[in-house]
């Protein structure tokens, strides 16, 4: 499985501002994604970061809340933009598994955000 | 009403027991079936991967689908400590564009006792 890193590993921040999540992985992937873990919730789908195109993504998500960038096969950032104590969260990347096993994924440790 | 369905716990239990973790969901379109174990301040860790109905075993852990019933299940033996962690279910479907997107249950807290 691949290895993966996240910076910030946390951070608190003031509403209003914006923070980049930076996601590496120590080999290319295709498919790299975005979740979102909130106290008591399920982990959620924001959206798939594609290589070379805009990012797609889930009902309720959208680009100008959480601007993705996908620059190549190893590295992803997330951005939470204008936030909001609501945003306060787990933020964690992931990448299919290369086993060819359809839905196969593997997460990195997260971002923890509190936004006060 | 939720897709996945998991009681949240936390369950409790001493060492040696065996943990039964159960989940339920509504969509038959899911096909593929994932246990994942997330520790306290780390991303969820891939555990078991099952397709069919029936068991799968890896060690102490088997996984267990019955799609007729919309139940999976995962078992510990001899359970230890270290098993203490959050266990999520997780699955999705074979559609078209939809293959890599997981629906998550909301995780059991377990924590095994010495």
């Known amino acids: 499985s691949a290895v993966i890193s996240q910076k910030p590993s946390r951070d608190i921040c003031q509403r209003g501002t914006s923070l980049t999540i930076q996601c590496q992985v120590d080999s290319q992937v295709t498919m790299m994604f975005w979740y979102r873990q909130q106290p008591g919730q399920s982990l959620t789908l924001i959206a798939t970061?594609?290589?070379?195109?805009?990012?797609?993504?889930e009902s309720g998500f959208v680009i100008d809340k959480f601007p993705i960038s996908r620059p190549n096969l190893t590295f992803s950032t997330l951005t939470v933009s204008n936030m909001s104590p609501e945003d306060s969260s787990i933020y964690l990347c992931s990448v299919a598994g290369t086993s060819g096993k359809e839905g196969e994924q593997y997460f990195g440790p997260g971002t923890r955000l509190t936004v006060t | 009403q939720k897709e996945v369905e998991q009681d949240p716990g936390p369950l409790s239990v001493p060492e040696g027991a065996i943990v039964s973790l159960n989940c339920t969901y509504s969509?038959?379109?899911?096909?593929?079936f994932m246990w994942y174990r997330q520790y306290s301040r780390k991303g969820p860790e891939l555990l078991m991967y099952?397709?069919?109905?029936g068991n799968k075993e890896d060690g102490r852990f088997t996984a267990q689908v019955d799609k007729s019933s919309k139940y999976i299940s995962l078992f510990i033996r001899d359970s230890q400590p270290s098993d203490s962690a959050t266990y999520l279910c997780a699955m999705n479907t074979r559609l078209a564009g939809t293959a890599s997107k997981l629906t998550f249950g909301t995780g059991t807290r377990l924590q095994v006792t010495l």
């Open positions: 970061a594609n290589q070379g195109s805009e990012a797609t993504y």
């Open positions: 969509n038959s379109a899911f096909q593929y």
């Open positions: 099952t397709y069919s109905s």
